[in-house]
């Protein structure tokens, strides 16, 4: 099946009978019929292996990015349309794949890509067929990405980069990464770096999976020796990399601050929905201080869903979430902690001790994502970091005093 008849000159009703129609044509009957009864009956119907196999299907159609130019893997419809589309695929929970590809990598392209790079990885993107990561911390470069110090030398139409990166979100699955690398290092930290879009699969590269807490190994760290990006692979112009940068972390910030496990599947358990679930399946919701506990998360989690309506209507907007996006990561990662805290409690001995077995998926949903969430404050940059720039650009505070600024990288220590 190729793309839906849906076009910018489809009216909304006309648009939202198509996908009707496709829904009962191409997604399985099952799926569908426990789509009706919540998560937990769909999660049951519907394993991430059966997900992933029938994906093409969903990917063909231009729904996974309605918004996105036909050329580009979409419908090239506006955004009324889209969110009316969106709340008939709603129920159905279709996760869009390649998280880091669509949000992390499509944002730097469509700001500062060429429309010859938009074309060679956008529709891969949006069909899975080529998975992204995003090769930007550095063990001495985490809240200060900026001081990097992977380099990148150029060799005539080409680039050729030695470094380390870590804390990579599927670096071991990826086939391509979004890469920031030192071009100049004799300019200021925040100067002399570049943009590239790096082939994982080349001699020269080496991923290393992390163990963390919830016995997963989602997180990587890269070492790069003598790898080579082509210069067509350049984002945005030489040593302008922070800038083009902006918009890909904006767009990490806004990935990771949506409700429950957030827009990349695995930031931490389920959403304040399923607390009121758990709260009635445990007994609980007759006791008033827990009801209470409940509905003010509850309620948090809807205002925190507004303020990223308001981000992504500016992104749709062709406008730069900037700042905006660092309120809904800061509420985020205290919020979901908290979310995922009362889970817990709620679940009761059961998250303290269960059967043992080499299961993985033993531990309790409740418990795996209690201990997930834990990175939250962290992951997509610090909150500490977070709060810096929203009292800088949006509260209009004085910035920290900086005794390098302006010195060139080579000449600041590091650790």
């Not at 074309?119 to 992204?132: A, D, G, H, S």
């Not at 957030?262 to 009801?291: C, F, H, N, Q, Y």
């Not at 992104?315 to 990662?333: C, D, M």
């Amino acid at each position: 099946m190729t793309a839906l008849p849906i076009t910018a000159d489809t009216t909304t009703e006309d648009a939202v009978e198509v996908v009707r129609r496709w829904v009962e044509a191409e997604v399985p009957a099952d799926w569908r019929a426990a789509s009706t009864e919540g998560p937990a009956a769909l999660r049951a119907a519907r394993s991430s292996a059966d997900y992933r196999r029938w994906y093409p299907t969903f990917a063909r159609t231009g729904l996974v990015a309605p918004t996105w130019h036909p050329e580009h893997g979409g419908l090239g419809i506006g955004n009324d349309v889209a969110r009316a589309i969106e709340s008939v695929l709603a129920p159905l929970r279709l996760t869009r794949l390649n998280p880091l590809g669509l949000n992390n990598t499509a944002a730097a392209l469509f700001s500062h890509g060429t429309e010859e790079q938009r074309r060679r990885f956008l529709p891969p993107i949006v069909r899975n067929e080529e998975k992204w990561c995003q090769l930007f911390s550095e063990p001495g470069a985490g809240s200060d990405l900026a001081s990097l110090a992977t380099r990148a030398v150029r060799d005539g139409d080409q680039w050729v980069i030695s470094g380390q990166k870590v804390w990579t979100t599927w670096a071991d699955e990826a086939d391509f990464a979004i890469l920031l690398a030192r071009t100049d290092p004799d300019q200021p930290k925040h100067k002399g770096i570049t943009y590239f879009l790096l082939d994982m699969h080349q001699p020269g590269v080496q991923v290393r999976p992390l163990r963390q807490i919830t016995g997963e190994a989602e997180f990587n760290e890269v070492f790069i020796d003598g790898a080579r990006v082509s210069d067509a692979h350049r984002v945005g112009e030489v040593n302008d990399g922070w800038r083009v940068s902006a918009s890909t972390l904006s767009s990490e910030r806004q990935m990771v601050s949506g409700s429950g496990s957030g827009g990349m599947g695995r930031l931490g358990g389920s959403s304040a929905e399923r607390l009121i679930t758990l709260a009635k399946e445990t007994g609980r919701w007759d006791d008033p201080v827990i009801r209470d506990k409940v509905m003010r998360l509850w309620a948090q989690e809807q205002i925190r869903g507004w303020t990223n309506a308001r981000v992504r209507a500016a992104l749709s907007a062709g406008q730069s979430p900037g700042a905006a996006s660092s309120i809904g990561k800061v509420h985020q990662a205290t919020l979901n902690q908290q979310i995922q805290d009362l889970m817990v409690d709620l679940l009761g001995t059961a998250a303290v001790a269960w059967p043992a077995t080499d299961d993985p998926d033993a531990m309790p949903r409740e418990v795996q994502g209690m201990m997930r969430s834990l990175a939250n404050g962290t992951e997509g940059g610090t909150t500490d970091i977070n709060k810096n720039i929203l009292g800088e650009r949006v509260l209009g505070l004085p910035k920290e005093t900086d005794p390098w600024k302006g010195k060139p990288w080579k000449e600041i220590p590091r650790s």
